[in-house]
């Protein structure tokens, strides 16, 4: 099956630091990228959409210059948190999605960011 | 409201036993339905898609939709600890590549031995 990595699966950083997290599709070139967010025992928040070569398109509420978005290539997507902080700590999960199949997005193992 | 309602649970059941699930949703436009999987911080995993109504067979799993009523049900049958996890149902109003999926809360399911 359709397989998707995230890397880092863990980060720890200070208060005010900027994080970068990887999606990679591995088999499969990928569309369509997406980016979540999930607190403790809550489902998926949808942050954004983004295309490849394409800006990204993000949900009300999320914003877009503190959450950039690069999808630069077919297998390569990133989120940058930029000056984090504590209430940003969450679990980030990117899915992916393959031109011409049905809208079935392949979920990465997500990434748990926690800044102090 | 939610658009997509699911019960958060936890839902426990010895082992063996069926484990039933369900959300509803309030938007007669979604046609097409998911349920993922997901273990304790891990991302989640399809397991079933659907998009008319009616049942949905795949080995243990069941899928139900009953787009008059708003409501899609999974079933496990025989149900074993490592189904232990959190299950979420989602759905999308079309049927394309790159297409938004709607999340339910998400149940968690503790299958005991």
């Known amino acids: 099956g359709a397989v998707v990595s995230q890397h880092p699966s863990w980060v720890i950083c200070k208060s005010g630091t900027s994080v970068k997290i990887e999606c990679r599709s591995l088999?499969?070139?990928?569309?369509?990228m997406f980016w979540y967010r999930q607190f403790p025992k809550q489902s998926l928040m949808l942050m954004a959409t983004s295309n490849e070569g394409s800006k990204a398109t993000y949900e009300q509420g999320v914003e877009k210059d503190k959450f950039l978005i690069n999808h630069a290539s077919l297998t390569l997507s990133t989120l940058t948190v930029t000056s984090a902080h504590p209430e940003d700590s969450s679990f980030y999960i990117c899915?992916?999605?393959?031109?011409?199949?049905?809208?079935?997005?392949?979920f990465g193992p997500g990434t748990r960011l926690t800044v102090l | 409201q939610k658009e997509v309602e699911q019960d958060p649970g936890p839902l426990s059941v010895p082992e063996g036993a069926i484990v039933s699930l369900n959300c509803t949703y309030s938007n007669s436009a979604f046609q097409y339905f998911m349920w993922y999987r997901q273990y304790s911080r891990k991302g989640p995993e399809l397991l079933m898609y659907t998009y008319s109504s009616g049942n949905k067979e795949d080995g243990r799993f069941t899928a139900q939709v009953d787009k008059s009523s708003k409501y899609i049900s999974l079933f496990i049958r025989d149900s074993q600890p490592s189904d232990s996890a959190t299950y979420l149902c989602?759905?999308?109003?079309?049927?394309?590549?790159?297409?938004?999926?709607?999340f339910g809360g998400g149940t968690r399911v503790l299958v005991k031995p």
């Open positions: 899915s992916a999605s393959e031109a011409g199949s049905y809208n079935e997005q392949f």
């Open positions: 088999d499969f070139q990928a569309t369509t």
């Open positions: 989602a759905m999308s109003l079309i049927k394309a590549a790159g297409n938004k999926l709607t």
